[in-house]
């Protein structure tokens, strides 16, 4: 009986592991974990790069939240755009940026999280040298998000205020 426990164990084990080398795709030359599938390539005109998006949860009667997990590569971004009901982001990977309009552009990393006031034009995305995870959670009771021009390659390069 003690034999066969000890298999079962060992075999769960590989298990586990095997489904979490399923899990992992190679990035940037390194392997990662993904907590959420990587989506489909986002092919509108509201982002500068290639961004994917996996929607996760589509706002309805009941629950006015949209949530979707987007991948952006190094360099990619969103435009510069607002939620008439807010937005917070989740960063789960990587390193990226955000701004919000008349304020300087800041440094996010995995494990920040972010609160997108509501109406206020900011955007967010990679790094130059980086890719960004992020979920992305969006209340869309007050309306969808409203889309605006893309940011110039100046604010995307522009440096970066430290906080003292």
């Given at each position: 009986m003690k034999q066969r426990a000890v298999v079962l164990i060992a075999c769960l084990a590989i298990l586990a592991v095997s489904c979490q080398a399923q899990n992992q795709e190679k990035v940037n030359?390194?392997?990662?974990?993904?907590?959420?599938?990587?989506?489909?390539?986002?092919?509108?005109?509201?982002?500068?790069?290639?961004?994917?998006?996996?929607?996760?949860?589509?706002?309805?009667?009941?629950?006015?939240?949209?949530?979707?997990?987007?991948?952006?590569?190094?360099?990619?971004?969103?435009?510069w755009h607002y939620h008439p009901g807010g937005q917070i982001l989740l960063i789960t990977g990587g390193t990226g940026y955000y701004q919000e309009k008349g304020s300087p552009k800041k440094?996010?990393?995995?494990?920040?999280?972010?609160?997108?006031?509501?109406?206020?034009?900011?955007?967010?995305?990679?790094?130059?040298?980086?890719?960004?995870?992020?979920?992305?959670?969006?209340?869309?009771?007050?309306g969808a998000t409203m889309w605006l021009e893309k940011v110039k390659e100046e604010e995307y390069k522009s440096e970066i205020k430290q906080d003292k």
């Open positions: 030359g390194s392997s990662q974990n993904l907590i959420f599938p990587k989506g489909e390539k986002i092919t509108n005109n509201n982002f500068t790069g290639n961004a994917w998006l996996e929607q996760m949860i589509a706002p309805d009667s009941l629950n006015p939240t949209q949530v979707g997990n987007v991948t952006f590569e190094p360099g990619a971004r969103t435009n440094v996010i990393r995995k494990g920040d999280v972010i609160k997108c006031p509501p109406n206020v034009p900011h955007w967010h995305g990679a790094s130059i040298d980086h890719e960004l995870i992020q979920i992305a959670v969006t209340n869309t009771q007050n």
